[in-house]
Nanobody, 113 residues
Framework: QVQLVESGGGLVEPGGSLRLSCAAS????????MGWYRQAPGKQRELVAV???????TYVDSVKGRFTISRDSVKKTVYLQMNSLKLEDTAVYFC???????WGQGTQVTVSS
């Protein structure tokens, strides 16, 4: 059973930065996708960024150039560096692992002045 533990959320002013972490346990060797999704109040959950075991990355257009996803394979941890945060980035951010479609508990990111 894969378990994901997120950390790093919080309150930040517009233009600020935060780094989210997602530590995985119970994973097996082989191909995987680890990603960050977010869900704002009243909106559907959306993919923010994903990284594969080979290091390939994909971003939603709204965060390109501002967010960076990376991984530490030894620590089995995925990071999301978020810069130039905007009000519309406010959401609960969830870590996801595939295969198996496992989710973390979510961490709140609030961008507010």
């Amino acid at each position: 059973q894969v378990q994901l533990v997120e950390s790093g959320g919080g309150l930040v002013e517009p233009g600020g930065s935060l780094r989210l972490s997602c530590a995985a346990s119970g994973t097996r060797t082989g191909a995987y996708f680890m990603g960050w999704y977010r869900q704002a109040p009243g909106k559907q959950r959306e993919l923010v960024a994903v990284i594969t075991n080979r290091g390939s990355t994909t971003y939603v257009d709204s965060v390109k150039g501002r967010f960076t996803i990376s991984r530490d394979s030894v620590k089995k941890t995925v990071y999301l560096q978020m810069n130039s945060l905007k009000l519309e980035d406010t959401a609960v951010y969830f870590c996801n692992y595939k295969p198996g479609d496992f989710w973390g508990q979510g961490t709140q990111v609030t961008v507010s002045s």
